[in-house]
């Protein structure tokens, strides 16, 4: 048993791992009366809000290929099979496997932290196989999903599984939203690490870290670090008559091509999706994921060419795509705001 639970059981009495979870009505979720009802389906096309969580092996591409497809498939296998026990002990309710990572659902915030540590603390205890040894990593948030057909869809599954694909081996991810949700005891197990750009969120996510290794004793915990404040930096980009300011509301764009981008370049030597600008706290980075490259000249330098490359921006300057701005290229002109 975790530390994180083993500190619930002082707490409140519980003698089994899903006992603190015998109740109906909490936190909108379907983690209910007893076990079975856990593992009931919800009705069809239901919205309710839950914990979603993401747990997958660290490095399976490099156990596959050090142990073999046998061995390193049966050390994948004994990680799911644990991760699927601690999470139905905790209420929870696995809706699939996909490979070496399992998805699953929780009622209650508390649970799905404590089945974490769980997860983490059991796999951890799992000896190292032919010398490699074993880690997981997992993201987890709470919020409003859509069930159907055993399945669940909606942004906030998204959002945990941007979460574990920010974990390193061994750690455990949630979102700010997840936090306010916990009890008391629980929140003081977590820290917050940053605001972050999630893949498809307009606005920065703060993404907190939950703290499973440690003593019994869980008040000895050191204090979450204050985050400072992100600087009021902000970029303008200009194209033609088109001015679009990436600020703490907008944290990313796209050039290229394709009509869906933000900003539309309609030279051919540029690609579909030509690059991307991220704000990445007090920064702004130019990423090219074009075939031909991107061609970046900041006021009085010479020209930078970026070849799958990415480069922070500064000052002001202007940005080519596909081909040099000796050439004629079509710009966008930058700007940093302060």
Sequence with gaps: MSILASEMDKKSGRDGASAGFARTGVDGGWAA???????EEPPVGSLRTLCVLFADVSGSTRLYERLGDAEALHAVDRCLKRMVRVAEGYGGRVIKTIGDEILTVFGLADAALQAACEMQQRVDDLPPVSGIKLAIRIGFHRGPVIEENNDVFGDSVNVASRLTDLAKAGQIITSFETTEALTPLLRGSVRELDQVTVKGKESETRVFEVMWQGSADMTMLSPSPVVRPLPRTRLKVRHQHVSILIDGQRTHLTLGR??????????????????????RRDKFVLIDLSSNGTYVT???????????????????????FGRTYAEDAETVDFELLD
């Design 33 to 39: 009366k007893t076990m079975v009802d856990a593992g």
């Design 258 to 279: 394709e009509l869906g981008n933000d900003i539309v370049i309609a030279d051919r030597r540029s690609s579909r999706t030509h690059a991307r600008i991220e704000r």
């Design 298 to 320: 900041f006021e009085g330098e010479l020209e930078v060419a970026l070849k799958r490359e990415e480069i922070a921006l500064r000052g002001r300057g202007h940005i080519c």
